[in-house]
């Protein structure tokens, strides 16, 4: 059953009782919250995504709650939001309208340091017949704008956040979660992309203004598809250039990959194994840009690899 | 790991909750397994899976997502995996949990080898100095190969050295590079006058700690063993310029380091090498005799007998009733015995079994006492006063326990 189809009831019972297990793709990730403004988002945002009754395998456990403090007193001080991976708290309490990105960071801090089954690469993923466009990025480089851009135009969304490379057959697994936009991209998406549903707005984060994308119905439901990769490109915005692509030198490529990867020391001989092999199958390049049109016609009229003999 | 904002937060505190359902007479060798159940009456199923392995066959999904939620938390999935290998019943584990037990499992495998190559460049480092490197606890398991290595998770390399060679060997090390991780002047004065060791190091292009230690207990604390007795007794490893404690000494350390490191966060992997080191040497014929004899010269009966009983309750380690007996007047009052069950056994395990705020207040109970077995009690005001002033949380790395 998909979350939108849960009675708003029920999916709030349960998140504030034992908590409620959403299938994103490649984990399972346990909400549990009795903050109410947060169950809503969540319901908007996690819409097609298949709820579980719980009872089985779980990757993340992950609880938002108010914090109380000694005695609740901290209740009465702050209204404050406070998320637990267990008994491990990886943020600092934050106000309280700032909960859905603290959900969102904790899942992706469970990713990042808590699994290894994939190699891991801070990038957004996008795929067009089959052949993946890797998008790593540093924050701030306009990779999620990019991504909310392309997930609206033609393009199915893998991930916002997350390349997850299997290391068995190089192909990556889909993990179609909000994206967030940030700032002047919140609007600039919302002219581009009427139809897509973006939750409030959150000011003030370190980050400045975020707000969330859920992800097309199309993509969530194509979750357990793969894809392979065929282009990795290093997106810069820059304001006022013209959109170019420049073609990147293999080694300089991996590199930047591997720096980009959260655990492609801990995997070893096999994260060097991965990557390599999926850098000598892509086209590399930088691309600057900063019109969404320029980068759509660009992206989407990029060469496929040739097969290597 | 780089730049992404929620990757830069410190690594989780490995630790545990759980809780001892009763309390059995340990020194009259009558002690019985018990099921520990949480406060909340939840098994640890963690520990009946590291216990007898086979009870695994029998575990719904939503027993093996608490067994590896408590495993995560404790960071002993890896170790988890080596015991269901080593059972022979990988077969009988569900698909999709042994994926999560193997992916961990080969972590931690690739990281041993960085342990590894980070033990040749400090014997390189120090062959100037022309005495034998004494490696400790995981690095010492590890290179000399026995069943406590398998799956273990850890990040310092630890080594042993003559005191009288600590400053030589301090020189040599901040000559080839490797560097004190950034520490005031006072935790550099604590580390120097007070504690067991070096201020931790770091090589500058690399990323594994190095803790270099003159003793395996602060020289300010209650008990204080004479690391000449270690030194003399440690044994070299075959074919390599390196050398280890003898049998004996590596499970008193271990004991030692379970009941008076203050790592906290690491209790249940210190408890699961005690086990293992006890499992493996104690097929030695004069193993037991010699180990309290051990203990008894230097000065660590106490945490042996505590050692010795978290670790027959709690994972099963054959303990022969002699040893309890031999050991009994080792034991602390009745009362504080009951109470450090309690609180051992509800820090050990984290996870949904055991309250937070409990846990939290355990925790710092275990903390005090630690802090308390460590230095006298006018260094220790003086030791808090400034911490409190200065609005550190803690000095003794280790002492952290969140």
Redesign the interface.
Known sequence: MKLGELAPRDVADRMKGQGLDLDTGPFVVRIETPITDLVDEIRSLYHDFPADAGGGLVDFHVAVRRPAGPFGVRRWLRRQAIAYLDDIRPFEPLPIHMAVPMLESSINWCAANQTNQYVMIHAAVLERRGSALVLPGITGAGKSTLCASLAYRGWRLLSDEFALIQPADGQIAAWPRPISLKNVSIDLIRGWAPDACIGKSVPNTNKGTIAYVRPPSESVRRAVDRAIPAWVVFPTFEKGAAGRLTPLPKARAFFRLADCSFNYQALGIQGFQTLSRMISACNTFEFRYSSLDDALGLLGALPLPSPRS | ???????R?R???RAA?AHLAAVSTFSDGSARLRAPAGLMGRELLLLRALREPRAMHGFA??E??LV??QA??TGTVARLCAIVQAAGMFGAV?A??R??LE??H??VT??H?LIRWEVTRVRRALAPVGMPLILLKGAAYLLADLPAARGRNFSDVDVLVPRDRLLVVEETLLEQGWEFTELTAYDQRYYRNWSHELPPMIHKHR?VILDVHHNILPPTGRLRPDPRLLLEAARPLPGLPLSVLAPGDMVLHSACHLLQSGELDHSLRDLIDLDSLIRHFCSEGDFWAGLVARAGALGVRRPLYYGLRFAERLLGTPVPAEVGRALAHAAPPRAVCVVMDVLFTDTLV???SVH??W?RFALALLGIRHHWLRMPPLLLVRHLLHKALTGHRTVARGTET?
């Open positions: 790991m780089p730049w992404a904002c929620w990757a937060y690594s989780p505190p909750s999904l939503g093996w997502d590896l939620r995560r938390g569900p999709r949990v994926e999560r992916t961990e080969a972590a690739q990281h080898q990323n984290r996870g949904p937070y705020w846990r969140e």
